[in-house]
């Protein structure tokens, strides 16, 4: 089993930047494709990027194109999510999670078998 904790969430104005960081232990995710979900208040949690086990490909949904860019560095076994120009509806907590069955990334919370404890970032106006 892999265990996951991300880290670098926080609070920041409307346009700046953060850098969320997921670090595994347990075994090497390296093979697997890594999200990054979130979940707002009252809502229900949802896809934000994905990257393939050697980074060379990524999915993004619409409302972070152009904002966001998730990378990875295998030899720390480590995950990241770049967020720039962010907004007041970025506000969420940030959840980390490893899948390590698809065989291109999956948008779908119930690809991913493994999850970290989530990193609140909040954006204020």
């Known amino acids: 089993q892999v265990q996951l904790v991300e880290s670098g969430g926080g609070l920041v104005q409307v346009g700046g930047s953060l850098r969320l960081s997921c670090t595994a232990s347990g075994r090497s995710t390296s093979t697997y494709h890594m999200g990054w979900f979130r979940q707002a208040p009252g809502e229900e949690r949802e896809f934000v990027a994905t990257i393939s086990g050697s980074g060379t490909n990524t999915y993004y949904d619409d409302s972070v194109i152009g904002r966001f860019t998730i990378s990875r560095d295998n030899a720390k076994n480590t995950v990241y999510l770049q967020m720039n120009s962010l907004k007041p509806e970025d506000t969420a907590v940030y959840y980390c999670?490893?899948?390590?069955?698809?065989?291109?990334?999956?948008?779908?919370?119930?690809?991913?078998?493994?999850w970290g404890q989530g990193t609140q970032v909040t954006v204020s106006s």
């Open positions: 999670a490893a899948d390590p069955n698809s065989v291109s990334g999956c948008l779908f919370s119930t690809c991913y078998e493994s």
